[in-house]
């Protein structure tokens, strides 16, 4: 059973909640892209539905899929957000952003009556951080925001840990969807994201990191059963 094989099975398990009608919220990352393919299947075959999708790449990939799309200016209120996460902890907090996509994704999860992980159960853990927690910055004043968000992290009871800016594939400065910048932090482990949430946020210069606490309700997690894929649902307790 391959990682594709395990991306598709979540995505098969989120693409059951789609109805006709049905305004969507559509997800960054190689676990969304398995949701468009089959969600373009579906549009093909006469499913009618409208969809935001959180990164110029998802765009790309919805349009070549025939999938129909709008703005969150045109629909502010969606059904249904579906998304990958970089690690899913038992109470349905994420990490998210490792495709740097995370501001994008959290205000258009944040508009959706719901939003479903689907994911690997690799990326489920008992304690978040061990992926570095991605952080979008402003690109006005980087050094000084640089040195907030290491206070904050400190503060957090992750003292000394290394942050890092993200790169691109050429090895340059990775620029986000919004023209700014990303932070890596390197925690190993967060004692209190909601905690940390709260401190990152304090920060004049950081634009959104990739907590996503208390968003989520369900998360589809497939992993391998013999030569079959098991997808188990997590909910939040
Ligand atoms: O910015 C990207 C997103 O948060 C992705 O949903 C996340 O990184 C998971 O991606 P993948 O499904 O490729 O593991």
Redesign the pocket.
């Known amino acids: 059973m391959s990682a594709p094989d395990l ?1 598709r099975a979540a995505a098969a398990r989120a693409l059951e909640l789609v109805e006709p009608g049905m305004r969507l919220g559509i ?7 398995a949701f468009i393919a089959l969600l373009g299947d579906r549009v093909r075959a006469g499913l009618d539905v409208i969809g935001v999708p ?2 110029e790449a998802t765009r790309i990939a919805c349009e070549r899929e025939g999938i129909r799309l709008a703005t969150l200016d045109e629909l502010p209120e969606l059904d249904l957000t579906i ?4 690690e899913v902890d038992g109470r349905l907090r994420l990490i ?7 501001l994008r ?1 959290k205000i258009v999860a944040m508009a959706s009556r719901r939003m479903v992980v ?3 159960a690799a ?1 489920r853990v008992e304690t978040l951080g061990a992926f570095p927690l ?1 952080i979008e910055v402003n690109a006005f004043g980087l050094g000084a925001t640089w040195r907030a968000v290491e206070r904050a992290l400190a503060e957090s009871g992750c003292a000394g840990k290394p942050l890092t800016r993200r790169l691109d594939a050429a090895g340059e400065p990775l620029v986000t969807d919004g023209g700014h910048a990303l932070l890596d932090a390197h925690l190993g482990a967060i004692p209190d994201p909601e905690g940390l949430s709260a401190r990152l946020w304090a920060v004049p210069g950081v634009v959104e990191h ?1 907590l996503f606490l208390g968003i989520s309700d369900t998360a589809f997690l497939a992993e391998a059963s013999g030569s079959e894929a098991r997808v188990t649902v997590l909910s939040r307790p």
């Open positions: 991306r997800g960054t990352g190689s676990t969304a892209a959180t990164s998304d990958g996460a970089d998210k952003g490792g495709g740097a996509a995370l994704e689907i994911a690997d990326k991605p990739g």
